[in-house]
């Protein structure tokens, strides 16, 4: 079983500050993704960064960074330089197979 | 690549009449899953195909909901005796295996309002 856990269902950001989106996850599969996702007004789910379980190293991805602590079972999705456009929600996700999403997190970027 | 498409993008229906969603993935893309999103939760996982095999289906998925991929390319997914608890955006992705990450690329959506 899968399960993700994201704990802040809203946060704001002032425009070009960083900001850092929380996730834990529990899975029992040896190998796995995690993944986050951004989903706008408009509806429509955006791959944005994905990290392999076996990763040594943070994945990056432009302005999107992955904070990636397995032993805390925790990824953490990094902004910086937030834009207007950021505004949206941001889904983290596990798959193996299928996948399993948390809540989501609602971003609200300040001008 | 015009990406995953769906068809329709909303339904309006009665309850207890049976609908069915049309999911075009992209072209190279071996997987296709199908997902139902609530107003402020994250996509839950219905069912999942590789080529034309159903590999797994959710068990919150109820007797009345039935998906198919007969040629590998396009799905249809089908509720029968819709119910008021039904109204949700049902999410169409796909994916390849062969990709880095085998991320899923999502369509619009089809937003069912059962009345």
């Known amino acids: 079983a899968q399960k993700i856990t994201q704990t802040q269902p809203g946060m704001f950001v002032q425009e070009k500050e960083a900001v850092t989106l929380d996730c834990t996850y529990d899975?029992?599969?040896?190998?796995?993704?995690l993944f986050w996702y951004k989903q706008p007004s408009s509806g429509e789910m955006i791959f944005l960064i994905y990290?392999?379980?076996?990763?040594?190293q943070n994945a990056t991805e432009g302005r999107y960074s992955l904070n990636f602590q397995k032993a805390r079972k925790s990824a953490n999705l990094v902004i910086s330089a937030s834009q207007l456009g950021d505004s949206a929600m941001y889904f983290c996700?596990?798959?193996?197979?299928?996948?399993?999403f948390g809540d989501g997190t609602t971003l609200t970027v300040k001008p | 690549d015009t990406g995953v498409s769906q068809d329709p993008r909303h339904k309006i229906t009665k309850r207890g009449q049976n609908v069915t969603f049309r999911c075009d993935p992209i072209?190279?893309?071996?997987?296709l899953y199908w997902y139902r999103q609530t107003l402020g939760q994250g996509p839950e996982f219905l069912t999942y195909f590789q080529n034309e095999a159903q590999l797994e289906k959710s068990r919150l998925l109820s007797d009345r909901f039935s998906a198919e991929r007969p040629k590998g390319s396009f799905s249809t997914l089908e509720i029968q005796r819709t119910e008021q608890g039904d109204s949700a955006m049902y999410l169409c992705?796909?994916?390849?295996?062969?990709?880095?990450?085998?991320?899923?690329?999502f369509g619009p959506g089809t937003r069912l309002t059962v009345l």
């Open positions: 899975t029992s599969d040896p190998s796995y993704g």
């Open positions: 072209s190279e893309h071996n997987r």
């Open positions: 996700a596990t798959q193996a197979g299928k996948s399993t």
């Open positions: 990290q392999g379980s076996y990763d040594q």
């Open positions: 992705a796909s994916s390849s295996v062969q990709g880095p990450y085998n991320e899923q690329f």
